[in-house]
Structures are given as C-alpha cells and as structure tokens.
C-alpha cells in the first residue's frame, strides 16, 4: 500500500488553507486596521470575544505574540511570572519572556495536566527589596504542546480562587483551547471565565494561514493593542488574515472531535506495535507522542523508516516522536501510519520486547 502524497504529522500547524478559505480572502472588504478600519479585522475581533465570553479581543500575528504581549500588558519590568515548566512561554519563544518584556518566570510541576494549586500559592511573593512581586500566573490549556493534556474545569477554578486571593491576574494561554474546550464539553466562553485575559491559535486544527486571538477585557485590550504596536504588530489590510479566521471559527471548532477520535485511534493501534509504548490513555486531545521502548531503536532511526514511506513525524527525544492529527489527515493515512510502525517493527530484529 502507498499514498500519493506525504503524511505530514509534525504538527497541526502544517495545515494548509482550505479553498473557503482563499475564496474568503478574495472577498474580503479591508481597509487600514492599525486605524481600526478594516472591516474584516472588526467583523473577526467581535465574533471572537464573543465566542470566548470576553469584552474585547484583538488579532495578532502569533501566539508567541499574543503571550508577549500579554506579560507586557500584564506586569512591569523585573516583576515575576508562575507558569508550568512545559509551558511554550517559558520553553519555546527564545527567551522573549526576559529579553522582550523583561519578566522572570518561576516554574511549577504540571504532571498530567493537573496544576497545583497550593504549589502555586506558595510560590506567590507580594514583593520585597530583594524578591520579586508575582504579577501574573500563566495557565496552559491544552496544556503540554507534546501532550496536549486537559486542565479540568475544577483546577482552573482552584487556580483562579488562589489568584483572587491575592490579587493576581490569570492568563490562559489557550493555543489549542478548542481542543480542550470539545473535550470538556462545554463552550469556550465556559472555561474563559476562570480567567482574565486568553489568547488562542488560528494556525493550528482551525488550519488558518497566520494568525492569534488575545482577548480580555476592554482595558486590557487597549493596552494590549499599544504593545502590539511596540513589537512591530500592527497591520494594515489585516482582513485577509482575518477573513480566514472568520471562517474558521464558522466551520473548523466542531470538527476538532473527529481529530481527537483518529488520535486515540492511532494510540490504540500503536499500543499493539512491538517495541513501541503508547496507550489509547495517553491521548486526551489530538497530539499523539509514542516512546520506543525497544533498546535498539532511537528516533532517528524510526523518522528514516516512515521517511522512506512519506511520513513526517517530530523528533522529540532521543526515544520518542510526536504526532498531532489534523483535518488534512484521513482515517486511510491513519491505518497507513498504523501499518508502516508494524513494517517497522517486524523488519528491525526485535531482541528483547519490553512493554
Ligand atoms: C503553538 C503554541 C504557541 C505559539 O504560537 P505561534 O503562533 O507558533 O507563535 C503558544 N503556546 C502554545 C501552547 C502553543 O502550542
């Protein structure tokens, strides 16, 4: 059995713009949005805090801008950030946390998703000559970009009762909030609520060529929306970024389920491969990272293998790779994938098959 084409599951963020989605862009009405008249940008910005709950939301390039943004709005220079130590602020945006907004990050264990929320407490500090004030706590849902875990509703809610407590702001870096949203069975606006201002990702499942969505409140907006200019954020026809993003919100956050059910699909499949480790548990969302367990193989030499077969997948350790399913993804791809681990596994000598 071969496909045509590759297999692309490095990321959700490789999808490619659907045809609506061009055809929206050609469409488009636009005008110069760093004057908020692009009608576009508008028409975006109010479906998408409505849809989150919020007063106000804003489109920015990135989620790394929307998060640097964020800690710009939200804390002075020197003060101090609490976030979990797989976090993408503290793991994957080149140290902009210190160089752009000039922040600390003090980092908690998050296993299994599960933020602790006296952990957190504990770490608070009001400030002092020599300490640091704690400005703002960092929550991530999904959290884990190679686990893509949900935080449950409770633990939000346990975090933000601690926040409250002490007067800090909370902020959900939500790049896949519709994934965690879908799985929770409930609206977005339902899990904005345990916080202060979001930010979620177009680029990825929603399949969006560019784009973010901060939101929060009307103040916080306003401020946000002079830091994005500060970095350089401000566009001027922005409604062709912004006409996918509209479509994007009509018609690809439903479909997400179908992503998570190919995931735990994929993970159950696998969980029957020799000398691969992974369990249909594993996987709440639509990322999907197995280990190697057989002790002759490493990454490098399963990445050759589906290579040869048309099958990207992400190295994230020495023994384990990382899968994320997406709409451009079938179920055929999927037992495509499933097939060529198995040709994998049965074509290296298996020495010793530890599960
Ligand atoms: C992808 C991602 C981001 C960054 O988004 P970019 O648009 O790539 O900058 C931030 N946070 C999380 C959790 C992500 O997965």
Not at 104 to 114: A, K, L, M, Y
Not at 329 to 350: C, K, L, R, W
Request: proline residues 3%.
């Amino acid at each position: 059995m071969s496909l045509a084409r590759v297999i692309d599951l490095r990321s959700d963020t490789v999808t490619l713009p659907k045809a609506e989605m061009i055809e929206a862009i050609r469409n488009a009405p636009l005008g110069d949005s760093i004057m908020g008249e692009d009608p576009t940008v508008n028409q975006l910005e109010k479906k998408a805090a409505e849809l989150l709950g919020m007063e106000a939301a804003l489109l920015v390039t990135s989620g790394t801008m929307a998060n640097q943004i964020t800690l710009m709005s939200l804390c002075n220079r020197g003060e101090e950030v609490i976030m979990g130590e797989d976090s993408h602020i503290y793991t994957l945006e080149g140290a902009a946390a210190a160089v752009v907004a000039q922040v600390q990050i003090r980092t908690i264990e998050v296993p299994d998703g599960i933020y602790d929320a006296s952990k957190i407490e504990s770490r608070i500090q009001t400030g002092d000559i020599q300490r640091p004030k704690t400005s703002l706590i960092c929550l991530e849902n999904t959290y884990n970009l190679n686990k893509g875990q949900i935080v449950s509703l409770e633990n939000m809610k346990e975090i933000r009762a601690v926040a409250n407590k002490h007067s800090i702001p909370v902020y959900l870096d939500g790049a896949r909030l519709f994934n965690a949203a879908i799985e929770l069975g409930v609206t977005p606006d339902v899990i904005c609520r345990e916080v202060d201002a979001v930010q979620f990702c177009l680029t990825k499942g929603l399949g969006c060529p560019i784009g973010s969505i901060l939101a929060g409140t009307k103040e916080f907006i306003e401020t946000a929306t002079i830091n994005r200019q500060r970095l350089g954020g401000g566009m001027r026809q922005a409604g062709i970024i912004a006409a996918p993003a509209i479509y994007a919100l009509d018609h690809m956050i439903d479909r997400l389920s179908e992503d998570h059910k190919k995931a735990k699909l994929l993970a159950a499949s696998l969980s029957t491969v020799d000398g691969i480790k992974i369990q249909a548990e594993d996987v709440q969302t639509n990322i999907v990272s197995p280990v190697i367990s057989h002790e002759d193989w490493d990454s490098k030499l399963l990445i050759e293998f589906l290579s040869t077969k048309g099958i990207k997948v992400k190295n994230i350790g020495e023994k384990q790779v990382r899968m994320v399913v997406h709409y451009q993804i079938t179920d055929e791809e999927i037992q495509f994938v499933v097939s060529a681990f198995e040709e994998f596994s049965s074509s290296v000598q298996i020495k010793t098959t530890v599960h």
